[in-house]
């Protein structure tokens, strides 16, 4: 199996440019999750989905993020427009169900100038 | 919400034992263990259901006590690829679902 696959894994961008990541979930996986990473705040949940249906966007920042997941085999992150403080590591995860094992992407390195 | 581990740091030489505490204000369902080394993404070690069972495999090992609200992970025999940093997330249940993660504990194994 492929594991979960995201792209890009590095982005450069502006401050005020759109910014659209991407995520693959494991074949078979009904739940996907959207993380950010950052030292200053660590590890969370910014939303997931379940059968392709969001769950919960508590975690989601605020109205520039946005996520959809238009099929079970993708999955979209998108700011706009980018601000430097949302400069992070987001990954995306996803698991058979909900309260299972999660498996991780690689990531995405996201900084905004 | 966010669970607190303790200690943040530690160091140990080749060997050497370690435990890893996860502890919560908010009753638990599960309790799930991850690994992530430098620039990678974390890696699942375990989960931990509500029952206080104890789970382990190779030297690593995990316990869960729902009635204190914690989890503790033991590390024994320490080995140079087990440096990392160590995050456990916790599920409160109750159709919550989500994990919410701890800011993580980075052990250094040195030769």
């Known amino acids: 199996d492929a594991g979960v696959i995201q792209s890009p894994r590095h982005e450069v961008t502006e401050m005020g440019q759109e910014v659209t990541l991407r995520c693959k979930p494991i074949?078979?996986?009904?739940?996907l999750f959207w993380y950010r990473q950052t030292m200053m705040r660590g590890l969370e949940l910014l939303i997931y989905f379940n059968n392709n249906v969001p769950i919960d966007d508590s975690g989601m920042p605020e109205d520039r993020f946005s996520a959809k997941m238009p099929n079970a085999s993708f999955s979209t992150l998108k700011i706009q427009p980018s601000e430097p403080r949302d400069s992070a590591v987001y990954f995306c995860a996803s698991s058979l169900r909900s309260s299972e094992t999660q498996y991780f992407g690689p990531g995405t390195r996201l900084l905004v100038l | 919400q966010q669970p607190v581990q303790s200690p943040q740091a530690v160091i140990l030489r080749e060997g050497e034992d370690a435990v890893i505490n996860c502890s919560s204000s908010?009753?638990?369902?599960?309790v799930h263990w991850y690994r992530q080394k430098h620039g990678e993404a974390p890696v699942f070690l375990m989960i931990l259901l509500k029952g206080g069972e104890q789970k382990g495999h190779d030297k690593i090992s995990a316990s869960f006590n729902e009635k204190k609200q914690q989890s503790s992970l033991y590390l024994t025999a320490s080995q140079l690829s087990y440096s990392g940093t160590y995050f456990c997330?916790?599920?409160?249940?109750?159709?919550?679902?989500?994990?919410?993660f701890g800011k993580g504990t980075k052990l250094t194994v040195n030769p």
């Open positions: 908010k009753a638990l369902y599960s």
């Open positions: 997330g916790t599920e409160k249940g109750g159709g919550s679902e989500k994990l919410v």
């Open positions: 074949s078979g996986h009904n739940s």
